[in-house]
Structures are given as structure tokens and as C-alpha cells.
């Protein structure tokens, strides 16, 4: 199960995967943030690493 595992967090579409949910999902709230009529929306330090680190 460990290699399994340790196989899935190596592999690119896996990492793939999760930067376009990541992506997908700061899309979404500034969207919402928009339709709130808020559209200055500062995104949060780490989720800005965690993006930074999937584009490369």
C-alpha cells in the first residue's frame, strides 16, 4: 500500500491532476468573488506556493 502510494505522489498525471483542481478552484472563487462584487481578491500565501510549485 506505502508504494502504491509513494508510486501515485511521483507521478506526473497525479500531479497534473492536482495543479488543474487547484487551478480550477481559484478560478471558481474569484468568480464568486466577482458575482459577490468583490473583485479584489487577494489569494492566500500558500495556496499561492502550492500553485507556484505545480506550474514549475
Given at each position: ?16 491532476f ?11 472563487t ?19 506556493q502550492v500553485?507556484m510549485?505545480?506550474?514549475g
Amino acid at each position: 500500500m506505502k508504494k502504491l502510494i509513494e508510486k501515485l505522489l511521483n507521478s506526473e498525471t497525479f500531479h497534473l491532476f492536482i495543479g488543474m483542481t487547484l487551478m480550477e478552484l481559484v478560478m471558481l472563487t474569484m468568480i464568486l468573488s466577482v458575482l459577490n462584487g468583490q473583485p479584489e481578491l487577494e489569494m492566500s500565501a500558500g495556496l499561492e506556493q502550492v500553485l507556484m510549485v505545480f506550474e514549475g
